[in-house]
């Protein structure tokens, strides 16, 4: 690896300590001055900036085993359903339900119209996503600590459990991080006094669009507040930020209120355990140890003032909202990752100079063998987020299994409804079974799952079947049976019918059912 560094600072015409060439000891007066010079000039002759590097990187782990085997799991399923709809069926569908996605049903019902419908349009936005955040990460470390901080926090970045899961995901939360990264390298920059009105602007442009995508990244608002406070930045950035984010909120605000009237749809999410909070305990821990590397102090906009909030308020806000009303999931504050990411970088690029004084051939590979022995290390898990066991269930392969198993008259049931999905989404694996619980479609009654009828209809209609199919999860995942057609479904064919078959695939399953005689 040839040698890399950045630009001197303007003022002083030379390196901060944290960016001298490594390799090189220091030298002083107009020696160093002209050296830095040329080397810069070097440097930003031939390489490409910095934040270019994990692009390749970042790409290359999105579309190693983007389809995950041709499976898709029921998130992903209620994208395809919601965003293959017409633009007033995606309207009618949100009066409902699901308005807090919204903003990317309509997004992705662009590009499946653009691109056609397919698992690779579903998820490529995600990976595209997730390399405009790593290359903020890159940018962000290397303004603030230095070319290694930047390079080793990007790459980092897309090593991570939670960006390998959402990296091949259909759902909106990559595109969410990166606003949420896009929004603190604008943050940064203003800081540093770089840009005016029209960054600020640009600011709370991009913190209201990721609120659209789903406003629980507004989050990432007290996280800023913290950076400010922590930088001791001047009154005039306090009054722009505020103004900012006061704009963003204000517009949202609205999505905020209609979606309260959805919370039902988060009645699933358990309460708080200690087994809930450990996660995000080790990844605070290891965020902290980052910004000690960092070496971070009162009045100094550094990584550690910058990725330490974002990494931690997030969680600790949403944890405290939980305990009055059960809403922590991680993937609502992924974009706390930038944190991560950033401290990581601020970590190794301290290893690096504490390393260039006594080794400085070998602290100029630290870095690249760094995170080349983390993906060997995580290799394990990384085949295991692209494999189909990596997602609750797959809607593809027990539609599959439906294909194989039906019959000429045969009808079939779902228990609960939504797992109506797989017929939705593979309708042609349903041709010719007759759904005889559904009164009205999804797309006619403007929601996901249909209307059913009631029990007694539901009871009438499979008793005059000889043979019916349950499509359901498999019993290691599957809730308990509580609404009232459910458990009507359940009694008739456990009392008038036998199984003739049973089939579980991927946390589902379809049992065929033959009348008894």
Same mark, same amino acid.
């Given at each position: 690896m040839g040698l890399i560094t950045v630009p001197p600072l303007p003022s002083a015409g030379r390196f901060p300590a944290h960016a001298r060439p490594v390799g090189r000891p220091p030298t002083t007066g107009a020696a160093q001055g002209a050296g830095d010079r040329h080397v810069t000039t070097t440097v930003l002759r031939y390489r490409l900036p910095s934040w270019l590097i994990p692009v390749p990187w970042t790409l290359a782990l999105g579309l190693w085993g983007l389809t995950r085997q041709h499976s898709l799991w029921r998130d992903e399923a209620a994208t395809w359903m919601a965003a293959g709809r017409s633009v007033p069926g995606i309207w009618r569908l949100l009066g409902q339900m699901d308005v807090v996605h919204g903003l990317y049903y309509l997004l992705m019902h662009g590009l499946f119209t653009v691109f056609g419908?397919?698992?690779? /349009?579903? =998820? !490529? %936005?995600?990976? !595209?996503? @997730?390399?405009?955040?790593? *290359? *903020? &990460?890159?940018? +962000? $470390?290397t303004r603030l600590a230095g070319h290694w901080a930047g390079v080793a926090g990007g790459l980092a970045f897309g090593l991570l459990p939670a960006v390998q899961f959402h990296l091949q995901d259909g759902r909106p939360y990559a595109l969410v991080t990166a606003g949420c990264a896009i929004s603190t390298l604008l943050l940064v920059t203003l800081l540093q006094g770089h840009g005016g009105t029209s960054r600020w602007v640009a600011y709370g442009?991009?913190? !209201?669009?990721?609120?659209?995508?789903?406003?629980?990244s507004l989050l990432v608002l007290p996280a800023h507040l913290v950076t400010l406070l922590w930088a001791g930045t001047g009154r005039r950035a306090r009054v722009c930020w505020a103004a900012a984010a006061a704009a963003a909120v204000t517009a949202s605000l609205p999505l905020i209120l209609f979606s309260r009237g959805q919370r039902a749809q988060v009645a699933w999410i358990p309460p708080l355990t200690w087994h809930t909070v450990i996660g995000p305990a080790v990844l605070l821990a290891i965020g902290a140890l $980052?910004?000690? #590397?960092?070496?971070?102090?009162? $009045? =100094?906009?550094? /990584?550690? #003032?910058v990725g330490l909030p974002l990494l931690a308020v997030p969680h600790l806000l949403l944890i405290g909202v939980s305990l009055d009303q059960p809403l922590y999931q991680d993937r609502y504050v992924l974009f706390s990752m930038v944190g991560l990411a950033l401290l990581i970088g601020a970590a190794l690029a301290a290893a690096v100079r504490s390393a260039a004084p006594r080794y400085p051939r070998a602290a100029r590979w630290l870095v690249p063998v760094t995170v080349a022995a983390a993906l060997v290390a995580l290799l394990p898990l990384s085949l295991q987020k692209r494999s189909p066991a990596s997602r609750v269930d797959d809607v593809l392969a027990v539609a599959e299994d439906v294909r194989r198993l039906k019959g000429d008259g045969d009808a079939v049931v779902f228990v609960p409804a939504d797992r109506r999905d797989t017929a939705q989404v593979s309708p042609a694996a349903f041709a010719g079974l007759r759904?005889?619980?559904?009164?009205?479609?999804p797309v006619t009654s403007g929601t996901l799952k $249909? &209307?059913? *009828?009631?029990?007694?209809?539901?009871?009438?209609? @499979?008793? =005059?079947?000889? =043979?019916?199919? !349950?499509? /359901?999860? &498999? %019993?290691? +995942? #599957?809730?308990a049976v509580s609404a009232e057609r459910d458990r009507t479904k359940v009694a008739v064919l456990k009392r008038h019918f036998t199984v003739v078959a049973d089939e579980q695939v991927r946390g589902r399953r379809v049992t065929v059912y033959e009348r008894r005689r």
């Open positions: 419908q397919s698992i690779t /349009t579903l =998820r !490529l %936005p995600s990976v !595209l996503a @997730m390399t405009v955040a790593a *290359c *903020c &990460v890159t940018a +962000v $470390g442009s991009t913190v !209201l669009v990721c609120a659209l995508l789903n406003w629980l $980052g910004a000690l #590397a960092d070496r971070p102090r009162a $009045g =100094r906009l550094s /990584t550690a #003032a759904d005889i619980a559904l009164a009205e479609s $249909g &209307v059913e *009828c009631g029990p007694r209809r539901i009871r009438a209609e @499979m008793l =005059r079947h000889r =043979r019916v199919l !349950l499509v /359901t999860d &498999v %019993p290691e +995942v #599957a809730p």
